[in-house]
């Protein structure tokens, strides 16, 4: 029989960095919820989700609520009372200071698989920079709080939706 004898090098499947997991506990400081502007994207059933959570019609929540950003639907954001950028429009500041997402239980996809996006997880020096304003990430660096596995890391990561 006639073949290739020549051993083909042995494929090592590229390891993430995180591969030993990363830890996370969200502490609810709002901050990912406010700061530079940014976008909020979300799916037809996440806007029925919210419309109906909110009592109102699509056409009154997307008027409201939302925006279109180069044919995508994207939350709107209001100035931030301190003059520090921008609030998610569903961001409340209570007088004592606490910052509550209105819409928390149905709160977009994006919204729920902070900090695993994956511009986040492209390298320890990305994870370390999104951290910098997220104190889950910070003592989860530290290495204090929940310890997430890679293949859950990657679950999530993917169900992050791109614009
Ligand atoms: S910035 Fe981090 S710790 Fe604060 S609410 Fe957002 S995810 Fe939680």
Redesign the pocket.
Known sequence: MQGNTTPSPAVTPKQDWYAQGLRFT????????TGPEGYVWYTDEEELAMAERLKVSREQFRTRYAHQVEGHWSLMEKFSPDGSGYDCVFLQRTEEGRRICQIYDVRPTQCRT??FWPENLKSPAAWRSAGR?????IAGMEGVGKLYPVEQIRIIRDQTPLP
Not at 133 to 137: E, H, K, L, Q
């Open positions: 969200c502490t609810q400081c709002g901050n990912c919820c902070w900090p304003r997220c104190p889950g990430m």
